[in-house]
């Protein structure tokens, strides 16, 4: 498929969005960020997800939209309030980029959204055709890519992204200051199965997703996923660290609060649509992966 020169990014700012801006750009792609603002530079163009406004002048002529932007699910507590939030920035959002991107027409629309989709999947392995779960970010994850699909007549890719590992944000970036001090340790039973993916892979796979003939569903994780204390374990001996204290689980609803359900819940998700495809990642397995984060 033909290669993308100019790409429109929502939540270039992020944990995400900034590692994805630099790459395109060192790859040689045009990138235009979306702002909730007038803009201020050149590659900046407005938008409102409140409003549903779109500077669509802006975006004539662009061959891809990544729509990267919502409300984050683990900063804050899940008061009732917050939860809208979380839904209603995903609603609001994801309908007022489809619309634009249903009207601009580029070659893909790549929407975010989150392995949550499958809500607690215990032992069992899960790919990009099962069916949603039960709890509320299945169901946020549900309405979420149905937004997505306003993007009429155009190839949408719905990336369902893991646990995104990096040293500098994320759980990753959370965990390290304890495991560091040697305060570290498995969270609960250490039994649920985390799907995680290095930034630098997810990175890589967006941008495989911007060429290659796939659209839907696409699992961003590894292919490897593991269980909690196989992760911690990994995490404490890339530190040279030991794993001594684990954090049981009424310590962490009492913390955490609703969010404590994606901690201590079991995803084990599998990459189906990208091994598929062909994609390779660079590191496929928490060992090697782990090992490289905390030396970079």
């Keep these: ?24 750009k060192s790859e040689g792609h045009t990138v235009q960020r979306l702002v909730r603002r007038a803009p201020v530079a050149v590659d900046e163009v407005t938008w409102d997800p409140n409003t549903g406004y779109v500077d669509l002048r802006a975006l004539e002529g662009v061959d891809a939209i990544i729509h990267l932007a919502g409300a984050p699910v683990a900063d804050q507590r899940w008061t009732k309030k ?17 619309k634009a991107a249903a009207e601009v027409k ?39 890519e149905a937004a997505a699909d306003l993007a009429t007549g155009v190839r949408t890719v ?20 304890l495991f560091r001090l040697g305060f570290g340790g498995r969270l609960g039973s250490g039994k649920q199965w985390w799907s995680w993916i290095t930034l630098h892979d997810l990175v890589r796979a967006i941008d495989f997703a911007l060429v290659e003939d796939i659209s839907g569903p696409v699992n961003l994780t590894s292919p490897n996923p593991v ?28 913390v955490l609060g609703g969010f404590s359900s994606e901690v201590l819940g079991s995803k084990r998700v599998i990459p189906q649509i990208l091994q598929e495809a062909g994609f390779t990642w660079d590191y496929p397995h928490i060992t090697e992966a782990l090992n490289a984060l905390v030396e970079s």
């Design 82 to 98: 917050y939860k809208a939030e979380i839904l209603n920035s995903r609603l609001m959002g994801t309908t007022t980029i489809a």
């Design 158 to 177: 719905k990336i369902r992204t893991g646990l995104v590992l990096d040293p500098t944000g994320g759980a990753l970036g959370k965990m390290l200051p």
């Design 227 to 254: 269980t909690n204390l196989e992760f911690t374990s990994a995490l404490a001996r890339a530190l040279h660290r030991p794993a001594l204290f684990p954090a049981p689980a009424f310590a962490l609803k009492a």
């Design 106 to 144: 580029p070659d893909v629309f790549i929407s975010a959204s989150a392995i949550g989709w499958y809500g607690e999947s215990g032992n069992r392995a899960v790919v990009e055709s099962d069916r949603v779960g039960d709890d509320f970010l299945a169901a946020t994850c549900h309405e979420w």
């Design 1 to 24: 498929m033909r290669v993308p020169e100019r790409i429109a990014i929502t939540g270039s700012s992020g944990l995400i969005g900034t590692a994805l801006v630099g790459h395109l």
